[in-house]
């Protein structure tokens, strides 16, 4: 058996031990135990492997830890572990196992930094600020390398925010601290004061634009020559968001790739940190999601149709006021149009319905609720995706929406978002 398939095996096991420890709390208060001899075994049986996995910890020296926490099942053993070792989970199951132990009774927490150190690592501190950003919609952002002036510590995060919002930086900073992230890695400043801004794609700001009727949009774009545009209004939006999703075609990658190595990866599709100075959209406004190359077919000078490669941007509104997601939709849209990068509007029909189900993070099989169901529903789509994956054949199975759901970081189904629901669920995060 593979280490990978061992490994998924072992943690699904956990997590089913979890989620029939839940189903046994919660009825705890109907259910009195005849048999307390049974209960004192189990307490023993956990107290051993706890101890074993201590002592296997310490003999080999490796970056993991028993995880002590008052909120999570006593019969579970939590093992937190450095991320950067993968083999980790592997090992300690495999030893376990080897001394006759219920791999079951093990639930295995990645986390970014060695135990009793702060997390250094740049890119990873990139990544959780600007994952935290994004999810609790903070009008700051993190500023991209291109835009940092050429005497800046490229070995420090950078993040800005909007004048009238300095209280976001106690928001991150409590962040921050909760997340053992070294404070000293991350520098705070209010908007423009410590990137370089490129200039506007258009002759007007975005800010401005906005603000426009749309008979001075429609203005601007016939003296640009661009009579033949779709005008977008914030009631257009709100209908489209109703029934799916609106990418943005852009040109090919037209800018320098940021490491020689990712020339092959970013020839068509752009950067994450490129599409809001590409576009001219404010990043403490909007999130720009990647949702890679989409080939189309486009009439050339000759006139002959030709297929071509685009890259395809989904543009997200920072906001949960549904009129203001659609105002801001609606002036994004039309503000694209005037970049040189714009191409056409794709619109993403699949897997939406004219009255969509409420989406929830973590709702795997798209039930309006994350629980326990959807962490297994994962893991079963996983380890054996031709009956639980997108195609699988179980009645219930992973969907487009369900996976797009469970993707809790956005890089891709893996075990570490079936573990990010279940933290989630115990309030671990």
Not at 58 to 78: L, Q, T, Y
Request: charged residues 25%; glycine residues 6%.
């Amino acid at each position: 058996m593979k280490k990978t398939n061992k490994y998924i095996a072992a943690v699904m096991a956990a997590v089913m031990t979890v989620a029939s420890s839940a189903a046994m709390f919660a009825n705890a208060d109907d259910i009195i135990p005849d048999n307390t001899t049974e209960i004192s075994a189990s307490a023993i049986q956990t107290d051993a492997l706890r101890a074993l996995i201590s002592e296997y910890i310490s003999r080999n020296n490796i970056d993991a830890w028993i995880v002590e926490n008052e909120s999570m099942p006593k019969n579970i053993v939590f093992v937190g572990y450095y991320r950067k070792n993968e083999n980790i989970p592997v090992d300690i199951v495999n030893y376990i196992q080897s001394n006759g132990y219920d791999p079951q009774l093990v639930n295995f927490m990645q986390e970014e930094h060695k135990k009793g150190e702060l997390i250094e690592d740049t890119a990873v501190i990139k990544e959780m600020i600007s994952r935290y950003i994004s999810a609790y919609k903070l009008r700051a952002r993190i500023v991209p390398g291109f835009e940092l002036p050429e005497n800046a510590d490229r070995n420090r995060v950078y993040v800005e925010y909007e004048a009238e919002k300095a209280a976001v930086t106690d928001i991150i900073s409590d962040y921050i601290d909760a997340q053992k992230i070294d404070p000293e890695m991350v520098v705070f400043g209010v908007e423009g004061s410590l990137s370089e801004q490129p200039e506007s794609v258009a002759d007007i700001t975005f800010d401005e634009f906005r603000q426009l009727t749309t008979s001075q949009v429609k203005a601007i774009f016939d003296s640009k020559g661009l009579s033949d545009r779709i005008i977008w209004t914030a009631e257009k939006a709100s209908q489209e968001m109703k029934h799916g999703r609106i990418d943005v075609l852009l040109e090919a990658n037209p800018f320098p790739v940021s490491s020689p190595e990712l020339v092959g990866d970013y020839s068509v599709c752009w950067e994450q940190e490129r599409f809001g100075a590409g576009l001219g959209l404010p990043e403490v406004l909007f999130d720009f999601k990647e949702n890679g190359t989409t080939t189309f077919a486009m009439e050339n000078d000759e006139g002959v149709m030709t297929n071509n490669d685009y890259c395809s941007c989904h543009i997200i509104p920072k906001t949960e006021n549904a009129n203001e997601e659609a105002e801001l939709m609606a002036a994004a849209l039309n503000y694209a149009q005037l970049t040189p990068y714009f191409v056409l509007f794709h619109f993403d029909y699949l897997g939406y319905s004219s009255s969509p189900t409420e989406i929830v993070k973590g709702d795997a099989n798209c039930d309006t609720s994350a629980d326990m169901a959807d962490v297994v529903l994962v893991m079963q789509s996983l380890a054996n995706p031709d009956k639980y994956g997108e195609n699988g054949t179980a009645e219930v199975h992973l969907t487009a929406q369900g996976k797009e759901n469970a993707d809790m970081n956005g890089d891709g189904l893996t075990v570490g978002d079936a573990q990010s629901i279940q933290e989630m669920l115990l309030s671990l995060n």
